[in-house]
């Protein structure tokens, strides 16, 4: 009995170890629009409070052909610049877009969780485009859990 009253505090010190520590593993990303000062300002608010493993000016393959090694290796990733309907741009507000509806971008394959995208009009609802308003998501998420973005105009001071 002695015995297992000695033990009992380090069985309970590992168990609370193995349950804290994933979140202490969380990677979380941030993506800026190239050439775009307010988005700059928008990302470092959102990643500064992290450790910032990836802070990157944002390029299509990040999200696409690579996204295994930037967005989709992130827990938690943030991006800032222009949108439209299912796609955003990475390069001011008009080149070097990502399409999230044309099948290139497949999300939370790895380990990307929750995606947060602070660009103009990229989620659409029902009123937007009819009853396809969700037809273009499907291929986006795998394990993803959550996308936080506009269904209208945002707005970043510059």
Request: hydrophobic share 40%; proline share 3%.
């Amino acid at each position: 009995m002695q015995r297992a009253i000695k033990i009992f505090p380090i069985i309970c010190f590992v168990l609370w170890a193995i349950c804290v520590s994933p979140a202490a593993a969380l990677y979380e990303g941030g993506y800026v629009c190239r050439e775009e000062t307010g988005a700059v300002n928008e990302t470092w608010a959102f990643i500064k409070h992290f450790t910032w493993e990836h802070y990157y000016w944002a390029y299509p393959f990040e999200f696409t052909t690579h996204d295994d090694l930037y967005v989709d290796w992130m827990d938690v990733a943030f991006f800032s610049g222009h949108g439209s309907h299912g796609r955003i741009t990475t390069l001011r507000n008009c080149c070097d877009s990502v399409n999230f509806w044309d099948g290139s971008v497949s999300l939370g394959d790895d380990y990307l969780e929750f995606l947060t995208i602070d660009a103009c009009s990229v989620a659409p609802s029902h009123p937007d485009v009819g009853n396809a308003w969700d037809d273009g998501w499907w291929d986006v998420f795998h394990r993803l859990h959550q996308l936080l973005t506009f269904r209208r105009t945002g707005w970043y001071d510059s």
